[in-house]
């Protein structure tokens, strides 16, 4: 595709469930991330795939996130038992390899807010 | 550990006046050095990396081993050039190899 592609934009969830996020990588990219950007927090790294593995997803901040990557593609993040601290902007992106040496391209990200 | 700071939160300056955004790290090996964009309503892209020793926009960053920093500066501010930036450092080994360190960023903004 011409970009990171991540859906939905926009998504307000109750307290308590659960909530599923899409990345579709640009087409050809092995590396994915996901970061998280909260106001006045940055960017925080939560994973990164490498294919379909993980090699890093020491940056999950609890139990209630998990991430997976199937066919070397989209990639789906998941928070179970939402809380409102899990309201930010869930940043996907990609590139061709590792950081070093290559472009990360970013999505437009997806808006959670937990209410 | 690795750590990107950047001290400013916010920045203002006017049409035609220099600007340099801070940015200082820390890391015990050779890091490589980015700074990212971010631009109203626009996705997060990548300005520059200091690998590439090249000017883009008019924007330059200059990686001082000895002072552990990376500060981005353009010499005459355009109002275009209002957004966010952070300052990045790649520099993992092993497991961590693709992960990217972000500073908080520092909003800039160019009054004309």
């Known amino acids: 595709g011409a970009g990171v592609s991540q859906s939905p934009s926009n998504k307000v969830t109750e307290k308590g469930k659960d909530v599923e996020l899409r990345c579709d990588p640009i087409s050809g990219h092995t590396a994915l991330y996901w970061y998280r950007q909260s106001l006045g927090q940055g960017l925080e790294f939560l994973i990164y795939f490498q294919g379909n593995s993980a090699p890093d997803k020491s940056g999950l901040p609890s139990d209630r996130f998990s991430a997976e990557r199937t066919g070397g593609s989209v990639s789906t993040l998941t928070i179970q038992r939402t809380q409102q601290e899990d309201s930010a902007v869930y940043l996907c992106?990609?590139?061709?390899?590792?950081?070093?040496?290559?472009?990360?391209?970013f999505g437009e990200g997806s808006w959670l807010t937990v209410v | 550990a690795q750590r990107v700071t950047q001290p400013e939160k916010l920045l203002s300056v006017f049409k035609g006046a220099p600007v340099e955004l801070k940015c200082n790290y820390s890391?015990?090996?050779?890091?490589?050095l980015f700074w990212y964009v971010q631009y109203s309503r626009q996705r997060l892209q990548l300005l520059l990396r200091h690998i590439s020793r090249e000017s883009i926009k008019g924007f330059t960053a200059d990686l001082n081993k000895g002072e552990t920093s990376f500060h981005l500066k353009k010499p005459f501010a355009q109002e275009e050039d209002s957004a966010m930036y952070y300052c990045a450092l790649s520099g993992g080994r092993g497991s961590t190899l693709g992960r990217l360190y972000f500073g908080r960023g520092t909003q800039l903004t160019v009054w004309p």
């Open positions: 992106a990609s590139s061709i390899g590792v950081p070093s040496g290559n472009t990360i391209y």
């Open positions: 890391y015990s090996g050779s890091p490589e």
